[in-house]
């Protein structure tokens, strides 16, 4: 089910292209996930992040990731885009979309797959902080009080 | 491992490191020659001892072949392509 090229892009993403790859008039609830890159209280100062990837296998790992969620949700359509590159404070590094005839499938797909991002894609990313300094970060290494997005 | 040199096959793969890895490296990827059989934690324990940089890798790194993420004890193949992967920090 997947119409795109590649699920990587340098550029800003577009929702507008992703709604279109999944919508159908018989998918009645579409449910779209943005992560973004964020500068609160336990970063310290962030003024982008460089995302980078081993990009060939983020690739491979998309496509066997969206066929698991198609196999749970043979109903749902879904699609994802992954962000590479200096993405600054308030931009989306990810978008995931997915449709389905009711809302329960879109809801449950769309978090499967950025679970399964977090868990499975290899790409990393480097905190450009404000003093000039580069942090990598270790999600495994450095709680948080917002997993939603870490 | 082979018990003698004599009967063991050797094998060429082609290690590539990212992000923080490939930083404390030097490189982002590296032909490494060893005998077969051979495991991807013979790859990490052959990368750690022929590359300077390469001993501040962990031990037990996360590694995929040809792909798909492995584990240590996963066999390794004339021509894979082993990687090791940081944490992943991906979304």
């Known amino acids: 089910m997947r119409n795109a090229e590649s699920f990587l892009t340098r550029a800003a993403i577009s929702l507008d292209v992703l709604l279109a790859e999944v919508s159908a008039p018989d998918r009645g609830g579409t449910c779209v996930f943005l992560g973004t890159v964020r500068d609160g209280p336990d970063e310290h100062g962030v003024t982008a992040i460089e995302y980078s990837a081993y990009e060939e296998m983020v690739e491979a790992e998309f496509g066997r990731l969206l066929a698991d969620a198609r196999g749970r949700w043979p109903e749902a359509r879904i699609t994802v885009r992954h962000r590479l590159g200096s993405i600054p404070v308030g931009e989306a590094s990810i978008a995931i979309v997915a449709a389905a005839p009711h809302r329960a499938q879109a809801f449950e797909a769309c978090r499967y797959v950025i679970e399964g991002v977090k868990q499975r894609v290899p790409v990393w990313k480097k905190e450009l902080r404000v003093d000039g300094s580069e942090v990598w970060v270790d999600p495994s290494g450095r709680p948080t009080p917002h997993p939603a997005h870490g | ?91």
């Not at chain 2, 923080?20 to 991807?40: C, D, F």
């Not at chain 2, 934690?41 to 501040?56: H, K, M, Q, S």
């Not at chain 2, 996360?62 to 004339?78: C, E, G, S, T, Y």
């Open chain 2, 1 to 91: 491992m082979p018990a003698t040199v004599d009967t063991a096959t050797p094998a060429t793969v082609r290690v590539r490191f990212f992000a923080r890895y490939a930083e404390l490296v030097g490189r982002s990827e590296a032909a490494v020659s060893l005998p077969l059989p051979a495991t991807v934690g013979d790859v990490v324990r052959r990368v750690r001892e022929d590359f300077p940089g390469a001993r501040a890798l962990p031990e037990r790194p996360l590694a995929a072949v040809n792909l798909k993420q492995v584990k240590l004890d996963a066999r390794v193949q004339d021509g894979d392509e082993v990687a090791l992967l940081p944490p992943i920090a991906g979304g």
